[in-house]
């Protein structure tokens, strides 16, 4: 008869319950690395392709189904207003349970949303896709799942773990342009949106069936892999790590509203260049093929400069970061408006790239190091709406300024000074005081 187990063999098994090996080549391996890995596959196919295919599709599908810009833009705003309005009910679910099970019925929906992009015939049948499958797929494997988990699992090196997660978006924008340009002249772009779904259920669901858990204290380990408690970690602004906010508390600071605000004057732009860019190269007189190389610079530049912006976010002010990126991106924007010939152009979309290499690992560490990662799917989902209705309105004003004045130009002027505004505002932004605890309420009392 076999013996029970020990009362003090406890603490041992409960690490082994993780699905992964923590052991490789006779070394211990952070179990937090596998969670980059998942928000590596799930940002180069969720973001990834919402951001970085859709410009590539504008044109054979307005010129297949007749739709103007404004049209095809609008499905983009519906997207991302959808997205913003989900991400409220999933915050507090996210701090709970965790995003294993939002990500994998993510992938199912949206993978189903891209394959029925390539059978839509009318515009409220477009409009239906990208408002339901899309947006439901987006949120539920997209950054605000992922990043969270990030944060629970990272503290010292949260922002290179950010990084390298969010570098799938490179990836993304250095291949699905031209992968995409490839298979609209190989296969027409309906069976392109069936391949894209496809490619999404082959790697999101296993990918985060195997390897997405909550946060490290559900097995036994401490954010980082530290065996340490963190109160002697080396840490910038990241004190309150371990402080739980409600929604409450967070409304009251003038820091989220500042936020907010930062992040919807940054995300003005973001959408609607990524959705517009390759069409305004297209009617500058380049080739489809020569404008989704250049746009791949995005991604050449995001993939050597995100490593370096999650170094930038663990050593230097995490403001300074901030107010850099958004520069950038107004300075690439401005170079572009500027730029004729392909060499100058490739350079221009390479600054911007330097730029929106930072847009999501910068916004990711602002939040966790300002609101801590044990309420952080609470508070971000608070935010969520606001910063939606700037971001959400960024591609058809873009659509809008074309389809009537026959340019980007005052669009791209617009976006210019959103940016600059932005960098200004994080300077400002304060610190949120901590909030009391209930427990040292209690104590308060006594």
Same mark, same amino acid.
């Given at each position: ?245 409600? /929604?409450?508390? =967070? $409304?009251?600071?003038?820091? &989220?509203?500042? @936020?907010?605000? *930062?992040?919807? +004057? #940054? !995300? ?50 995490? /403001?300074?970061? =901030? $107010?850099?990126?958004?520069? &950038?991106?107004? @300075?690439?924007? *401005?170079?572009? +408006? #500027? !730029? ?107």
């Amino acid at each position: 008869m076999a013996l029970p187990a020990s009362p003090a063999a406890d603490p041992i098994e409960r690490p082994a319950r993780l699905p992964l090996p923590t052991q490789l080549l006779g070394r211990s391996f952070y179990y937090g690395w596998y969670i980059v890995g998942v928000a590596f596959v799930s940002s180069m196919m969720s973001m990834g392709i919402t951001a970085y295919s859709m410009g590539v599709f504008l044109k054979p599908m307005t010129q297949e189904l007749g739709w103007s810009r404004t049209d095809i833009s609008l499905g983009q705003t519906l997207t991302t207003f959808v997205t913003g309005i989900l991400g409220v009910a999933i915050g507090r679910r996210m701090d709970a349970r965790g995003g294993r099970a939002l990500m994998v019925g993510g992938a199912i929906i949206g993978g189903f949303g891209f394959i029925m992009l390539g059978h839509v015939h009318e515009l409220w049948q477009y409009y239906l896709v990208r408002a339901g499958l899309v947006a439901v797929g987006s949120i539920g494997m997209g950054n605000l799942v992922v990043n969270v988990a990030l944060s629970n699992w990272f503290v010292r090196r949260r922002g290179r773990a950010i990084a390298i997660g969010v570098m799938g978006t490179s990836v993304a924008a250095l291949l699905l342009p031209t992968v995409a340009d490839r298979m609209i002249d190989a296969w027409g772009w309906r069976n392109a949106w069936l391949a894209i779904g496809v490619a999404v259920w082959c790697t999101v669901i296993p990918a985060a069936l195997l390897a997405m858990r909550r946060r490290p204290e559900d097995f036994g380990l401490r954010p980082d892999g530290d065996a340490a408690p963190l109160a002697g970690a080396r840490v910038s602004a990241r004190v309150a790590s371990d402080v739980r906010w409600t /929604r409450q508390a =967070a $409304a009251r600071t003038p820091t &989220l509203w500042m @936020l907010v605000a *930062t992040f919807g +004057l #940054a !995300s003005t732009g973001m959408g609607a260049l990524l959705l517009h860019l390759i069409p305004y190269m297209t009617d500058a007189g380049f080739t489809r093929g020569e404008a989704a190389g250049a746009f791949g610079m995005i991604g050449v530049s995001g993939l050597l400069s995100k490593p370096l912006w999650g170094i930038a976010l663990d050593r230097f002010p995490i /403001r300074r970061c =901030a $107010a850099a990126e958004f520069l &950038l991106m107004g @300075l690439g924007i *401005t170079l572009i +408006l #500027a !730029s004729h010939t392909l060499a100058p152009l490739y350079a221009s979309i390479f600054t911007m790239g330097i730029g929106i290499g930072g847009v999501v690992t910068v916004q990711e560490v602002v939040w966790a190091d300002f609101f801590g990662r044990l309420s952080l799917g609470t508070v971000r989902s608070l935010a969520q709406p606001f910063t939606i209705v700037s971001s959400a309105g960024g591609p058809v004003f873009a659509g809008f300024a074309y389809d009537h004045f026959g340019s980007y130009t005052s669009a791209f002027h617009l976006f210019i000074g959103t940016y600059i505004a932005a960098a200004a505002l994080i300077m400002l932004t304060p610190t949120p005081k901590r909030p009391v605890q209930p427990d040292e309420a209690l104590t308060a009392t006594r």
